[in-house]
């Protein structure tokens, strides 16, 4: 069995974007520990925590959408929308009732 193979086992199929976003954070850690002196001001290091963020998203991404266990899947986000989507029609559909009755 090869690394990959069994990386991909245990972190599903988003294996590859967890790997890369696991780089750029750490790159990202790099860059902003060596702009990190004594003199430094809080622009020093925007661009480093930038590359950090970008690289966690990534990783949750990888977590998030990458495996094929239901169970694994955040999808409190569409589910909200879809609820959001069915009550605005229902307001939508009484008022419109409401206007022809009048």
Do not use: C
């Not at 991909?8 to 702009?35: P, S, T």
């Amino acid at each position: 069995m090869s690394v990959m193979s069994g990386m991909e086992e245990q972190l599903g199929k988003g294996y590859q974007q967890i790997m890369i976003g696991l780089i750029v954070f750490i790159a990202g850690a790099i860059w902003g520990g060596m702009q990190a002196t004594n003199d430094m001001v809080a622009e020093d290091v925007y661009w480093p925590a930038v590359m950090m963020l970008s690289g966690a998203m990534v990783v949750l991404l990888g977590t998030t959408f990458g495996t094929d266990h239901e169970d694994d899947r955040s999808n409190d986000l569409g589910d909200a929308i879809n609820e959001l989507t069915e009550r605005i029609n229902k307001l939508v559909g009484t008022s419109s009732a409401n206007d022809q009755e009048e």
